[in-house]
């Protein structure tokens, strides 16, 4: 199994029942069944297997995370925020024509999990929505809601950062954001490249705000094509 089945080329189960018999063959003992095999291949570290088979990436979702998310002590004490391409096209209202697939910034507090400000654009995310989204999030609200004559919502979020964390998007590790958190006072926390979970509290806003989007008329799902 480790020589031959927990290879990069992924071979089957069957190809390695065959490898067995012809070992087996070769050392004069009687060759176990294809059931056999397969049962000695499930009774393996399947975590380890996938890792040699598929990559480290693959293999994370087979294991079991431990340990506690350190969490914060106070408001604005640490901010997560992320960009994703929405599953939706928006058209025209006249001809219905494609017009373009939004992309959505969030910026969403450890403490209180408020989401403390938002960016949407046309645009792919870049340092421009990354900006937006802070501005947002940092400054009141009253202004922004009555230009769209949302009176009644109460959004009394305003703030400053302690700690901003984010992935390695060249949107977030732009020269231009970096020199805004260093003029503000606002550390800095870059996630380790390929571990979401490290971020699971923007990453399950993320997750949520796009299950609503698939409710809405135009959707593409996850299959933007």
């Known amino acids: 199994i ?6 990069p080329n992924r071979p089957s189960i069957a190809r ?23 049962a000695r291949v ?18 994370r979702a087979l294991r079991l995370l431990t340990g506690a998310h350190p969490g914060a002590g106070a408001p604005w004490e640490r901010v997560q925020t992320d960009s994703t391409p929405c599953d939706i096209r928006l058209v025209r209202e006249t001809d219905r024509t494609v017009i373009g697939r939004p992309t959505v910034t969030f910026a969403i507090d450890l403490y209180s999990r408020v989401v403390l400000g938002f960016s949407a654009s046309l645009e792919a995310a870049s340092t421009v929505t990354v900006a937006t989204c802070l501005a947002h999030a940092c400054l009141p609200k009253d202004d922004w809601l009555a230009r769209r004559d949302l009176t009644g919502i109460h959004w ?55 299950q609503a989007v698939h409710a809405l008329r135009g959707t593409t799902f996850s299959n933007i094509n």
């Open 2 to 7: 480790d020589q031959h089945y927990a290879q």
């Open 42 to 59: 499930r009774d393996r570290d399947q975590a380890w297997l996938v890792r040699r088979r598929e990559g480290p990436k693959a293999a």
């Open 156 to 210: 009394p979020v305003f703030g400053r950062p302690g700690t901003l964390e984010y992935d390695q998007g060249p949107e977030n590790v732009a020269r231009g954001i970096q020199r805004g958190l260093r003029r503000y006072g606002i550390a800095a926390k870059v996630r380790a490249a390929g571990h979401p979970e490290q971020h699971g509290t923007i990453e399950r806003l993320i997750g949520t705000m796009m």
């Open 16 to 38: 390695l029942h065959r490898e067995v018999a012809e070992r087996c063959k070769i050392a004069r003992l009687r060759s176990p069944s294809y059931r056999a095999v397969a």
